[in-house]
């Protein structure tokens, strides 16, 4: 593919327009994720109650997803886009102020993660479907992966920044900076000329969200590929949690030591995004799956590493196996599907790409109290690599039979 191809979505001004301030919400949502990581070990100590924290910030999505996808076949994405960046903002805002206070205590982070969470579930299949209006099906796969290398961007630059102001200031700023950048994109969204956007007609108010279980039941391609999504988001993306443990448990480090490992992870995860870009002939099942089991793989080898050294100099190993993955899922199945069940069909696999972690998060906080972290990473390398490989299997046995009843009926 030339570079021309390589940045052709680009070329739709709403989408140029939006770009960078997604870069800057996406460096906000990472520098608050640290900030909320430290300062749960910074008001406990506790690998478990970290564990809760991501849970209840993810829990929402098993129960908003759904509805959420349903509103963005029907309803002006734009606007409840507006409705989301809003309240996101304002929860920031209050966390940082109560934090730059001094009166923050582990309840009002409960109550903050859990409110983020509404918003973010409601947030997510809107966002994604809204991609497809800003440049259209034809650049779509291209838009999927480039934003992938900006949400990676924000992962590069915001741990970083995060760790060298918890540093200087505590916890607070990251918290601020983050409600300022949702007030940039509120902003961003108002400049967007409807007249450009590629809209589908609107789903009528009757349908239903069964019409997008029904259409994935009846597709074993996609089926298999959300199955393998689940696995890898539940078991093996969890660095979040991985890194903070590794970095104040194991390596006995500081917040810079463990802002650095965010990017150190970025660095892998934007290279593996920037390389999807330009491999689209990889936006298939069977290389899906085979990225999954490489994933997992890596992630065994990650829990063995022996330092702070080896750990940071392997996670961009593992940050590009998993993003090259789960970019070439996510195109996959936006461009595979039916765009009017589009935003339903993306809150399926939102849900199961997130809706995974109010399960899995706290049992992997229990698990690292129990066994430890090394050991715990291990696990969680070893149910992913195992989940893909057997979905793997089942692809390739399932789509010869298909080929060979195919050949039988032509003869």
Known sequence: MSNSQAWRAFKHRNYRL????????????????????????????SAQILGIVTGLQFAPTLFLSLWAGSLADK?????????????AGLVSAWLGLLIVS???????????ALSLGVFSALDAPVRTSFTSELVGRTDLPNAVSL??????????????????????????PSFLINSF???????????????ELHTQKGAELGTKIRDALVYIRSRLDLTLV??????SATFGLNYQIFNALMATQEFKMGPAEFGSLGTFLAIGSLSGALIAARLESWRVPRRIMAGAVIFGVTLVLLS??????????????????????????????????????????????LLIFMGGTPIGSPMIGFLAGEIGIRATIAVCGTLTALAA?????????KRNAIGAAKAGSNQ
């Open 304 to 349: 063995n590493a022996p330092n702070y050294l080896v750990y940071s100099i392997m996670l961009p190993f593992g940050g590009a196996i998993a993003l090259m993955s789960l970019v070439s899922a996510n195109s996959y199945v936006q461009t595979s599907v039916d765009p009017n069940l589009r935003g339903r069909i993306m809150g399926v696999y």
């Open 147 to 172: 934003n992938s290398a900006n949400f990676n961007v924000g992962r590069l630059v915001g741990p970083a920044m995060s760790g060298f102001l918890i540093l200087l200031f505590g916890t607070g």
């Open 181 to 195: 950048s949702y007030v940039v994109m509120i902003v961003t969204l108002t400049m967007i000329n409807a007249d």
């Open 102 to 112: 001094g009166a923050v205590e582990i309840w009002h982070v409960y109550v903050a």
């Open 389 to 397: 490989l057997i979905l793997f299997v089942i692809f390739t046995v």
């Open 18 to 45: 939006l770009y960078p301030a997604s870069a800057m919400s996406n460096i906000g949502t990472w520098a608050q994720r640290v900030a909320q990581d430290w300062l749960v070990l910074e008001l406990t100590g």
């Open 75 to 87: 309803f002006d994405k734009r606007k409840l886009l507006y409705i989301t960046n809003l309240g």
């Open 226 to 231: 959300m199955l393998t999504v689940f696995f």
